[in-house]
């Protein structure tokens, strides 16, 4: 799901491994989206994305997903 007023994390920067990202990557992007783009209009968001990125099996999932999530 995007969050509403502006793009969520996305696929740019992938890993090479076939299109995947590491975890890492992936928690980074999470965590920029966070203090970047939901801080100060949507806090909801930003405690929500915090969350994925400091969860290391939602963060395993995501990057199995590859390029759905």
Same mark, same amino acid.
């Given at each position: 799901?995007? %969050?509403? @007023?502006?793009?969520? %994390?996305?696929?740019?920067?992938? @890993?090479?491994?076939?299109?995947?990202?590491?975890?890492? =990557?992936?928690?980074?992007? $999470?965590? #920029? &989206?966070? =203090? !970047?783009?939901?801080?100060? *209009?949507? %806090?909801? $968001?930003?405690? &929500?994305?915090? @969350?994925?990125?400091? *969860? %290391?099996?939602? !963060?395993? #999932?995501?990057?199995?997903?590859?390029?759905?999530?």
């Amino acid at each position: 799901m995007e %969050p509403v @007023g502006g793009s969520g %994390p996305d696929d740019r920067g992938r @890993g090479a491994a076939g299109g995947r990202s590491s975890n890492e =990557d992936i928690a980074a992007r $999470y965590r #920029h &989206w966070a =203090d !970047v783009e939901a801080a100060g *209009t949507s %806090p909801q $968001y930003a405690d &929500w994305a915090h @969350g994925v990125a400091d *969860t %290391p099996e939602l !963060v395993e #999932h995501l990057a199995d997903l590859g390029a759905k999530r």
